[in-house]
């Protein structure tokens, strides 16, 4: 079975060929983060019309790259949800119209599905069950994955996502959207012990996140400090270090509580590099194994999607030409 994957949820257009004997044929990727970053953010209006712009030439570019075509292509997947539902809605309809054209089945696929199941791209793939942290831009949680389709969620962020308690602290640095990234790398020249942020939900049993107080302490520790640059160094590495220890703490205790010793890590968080050696160190300890998604297949891609909706077309679903997508939806 050969599957194109679309990927449109947010600000990067991902389209992929995935083929479940030859593994990943193609994938091509728009990201429109230039275009965003004037306005210190995604403008949904302007994602949607760009996704519009880029979408056929990058499906011709990934056919193409996958020498395929119309004849040896058996199935479409799209994000169908969770995202903005003018950028869903463009994937979406290409999707299902060249699925209509061809006669073939779609399948809309859950966003963060798509995400847990990026490190099954890679050569070394993790064996069912795990647990898997999933940090984005829009999402923190920590599932227990028995399997595709088979999910339970045993935690997840009651307010702001960890990706987006990095933009957010990177913005008040004075740095630029998307700030992650970015905060990570200043990071890399701060000095540890300046500074001692708090550990969110640690103190209190449980899974769930909260990560918006954090933005707000840096945001008081930023206006106390003054404008040197190894000052705003040292602050990005004391939010760093805080957010892997929360995450740290709670993955710990996620495989305490569930018995497992299988950890995957994915989101577009997961390819700091300062959360993996953390992760890394975490799982020696334990004598448990971790796994990531390569690092292009961290961050929104077509590839995670083909290879979700793969696995769930083979399993005979299908999502029909008339389901609407779903901007809100819950894994
Ligand atoms: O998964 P993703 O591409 O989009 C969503 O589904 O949200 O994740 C994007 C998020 C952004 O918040 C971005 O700042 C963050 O992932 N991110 C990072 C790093 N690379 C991307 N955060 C920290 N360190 C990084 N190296
Ligand atoms: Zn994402």
Redesign the pocket.
């Given at each position: 079975m050969r599957v194109l994957g679309i990927e449109t949820?947010?600000d990067?257009t991902g389209i992929a060929v995935y083929d479940d004997q030859q593994g990943l044929l193609s994938h091509t990727l728009y990201s429109q983060v230039k275009l965003h970053a004037d306005y210190g953010g995604v403008v949904p209006e302007l994602a949607s019309r760009d996704h519009v712009r880029k979408i056929i030439p990058l499906i011709q570019k990934a056919l193409d790259d996958a020498d395929s075509s119309q004849a040896d292509i058996d199935g479409i997947a799209y994000t169908r949800g969770p995202?903005l539902v003018g950028a869903l809605l463009v994937g979406a309809s290409v999707g299902r119209s060249i699925a209509y054209a061809w006669n073939i089945p779609t399948i809309g696929v859950h966003?963060?599905e798509g995400?847990l199941l990026a490190p099954m791209l890679e050569a070394s793939a993790p064996e069912f069950p795990f647990v898997a942290l999933l940090?984005?831009?829009?999402?923190s949680m920590l599932v227990r994955v028995d399997g595709i389709g088979s999910y339970e969620l045993l935690g997840e962020s009651i307010d702001d996502?960890?990706?987006?308690a990095?933009?957010k602290t990177?913005k008040l640095l004075g740095l630029d959207y998307?700030?992650?990234?970015l905060?990570?790398k200043l990071a890399e020249q701060g000095e540890p012990g300046h500074y001692k942020f708090p550990r969110p939900m640690t103190d209190r049993p449980g899974l769930d996140f909260s990560f918006s107080g954090l933005k707000t302490f840096a945001a008081n520790t930023i206006r106390d400090a003054d404008n040197n640059a190894q000052t705003k160094a040292n602050i990005a590495y004391a939010f760093?270090e805080a957010v892997i220890d929360t995450l740290i703490i709670k993955c710990r205790r996620a495989l305490q509580q569930t018995g497992l010793k299988r950890l995957v890590i994915a989101?577009?968080?997961s390819?700091?590099?300062a959360?993996r050696s953390a992760m890394t160190k975490l799982m020696n300890d334990v004598r448990g194994e971790v796994f990531y998604p390569g690092l292009s297949f961290?961050?929104?891609n077509g590839a995670m999607i083909a290879y979700a909706g793969l696995q769930r077309l083979k399993a005979g679903q299908t999502t029909a030409l008339s389901e609407s997508v779903v901007p809100r939806w819950p894994l």
């Open positions: 949820s947010c990067e995202g966003h963060m995400h940090v984005s831009g829009g999402h996502a960890a990706g987006e990095f933009d990177a998307p700030g992650g990234p905060l990570a760093q989101g577009g968080v390819a700091n590099t959360l961290c961050t929104d």
